[in-house]
């Protein structure tokens, strides 16, 4: 199995929303001190540090392919997190790449091979094209990881669950309103 970061999965229109995955919060904290020259408040930035239970969360989408030519160019997924430094929540949705091409095989459009006189039997298979995105692939599975030490001591806390037995959760609506009530209620 081979699975890496595959932007190319879904279609170049759904570039946006293939960004859109990507949520980071910065609540950039400011304390208030008087200054004892001027009588006026100023605003002067924290010296603590942001709780990293206010971080966002990142959606990779990986491939599973049991092909080996054509993925040497993909990044591993661990070198793109080093990265991403802020990250509380990392959600793995994994596609199947054979899976996805024998959905959409039907809607590949043959093209019409050169006129050569050298031998293109071997490169017949690339003489295919899509007129039009195909159907967006369904993940086969996905997983949910924490980054954030806090947010796994808080989650334990609630929930009583050790967050390093919680995967494929179904339901991360209250993950969302989690984060989006913890980050609203400081604001």
Request: with cysteine; glycine share 4%.
């Amino acid at each position: 199995m081979y699975s890496t970061i595959d932007s190319r999965l879904t279609s170049p229109s759904r570039k946006r929303e293939r960004e859109d995955d990507v949520q980071l919060i910065d609540h950039g904290y400011e304390d208030r001190v008087d200054d004892d020259n001027k009588g006026s408040p100023r605003k002067r930035k924290s010296s603590h540090q942001q709780p990293d239970i206010l971080r966002g969360y990142l959606i990779l989408h990986r491939v599973a392919c049991d092909r080996k030519r054509g993925h040497e160019r993909h990044e591993e997924i661990e070198d793109y997190l080093e990265d991403q430094a802020g990250i509380s929540i990392v959600v793995y949705k994994t596609y199947d790449c054979r899976e996805y091409h024998e959905v959409i095989q039907d809607q590949f459009e043959r093209l019409p091979t050169p006129d050569h006189p050298a031998d293109v039997t071997s490169l017949l298979p690339y003489f295919f094209r899509l007129n039009k995105d195909g159907i967006q692939a369904t993940p086969k599975s996905w997983d949910t990881r924490i980054q954030s030490p806090i947010l796994k001591e808080a989650i334990q806390g609630i929930t009583g669950i050790e967050t390093d037995c919680l995967s494929s959760w179904q339901d991360m609506e209250w993950v969302t309103v989690f984060i989006t009530y913890s980050t609203t209620a400081d604001a």
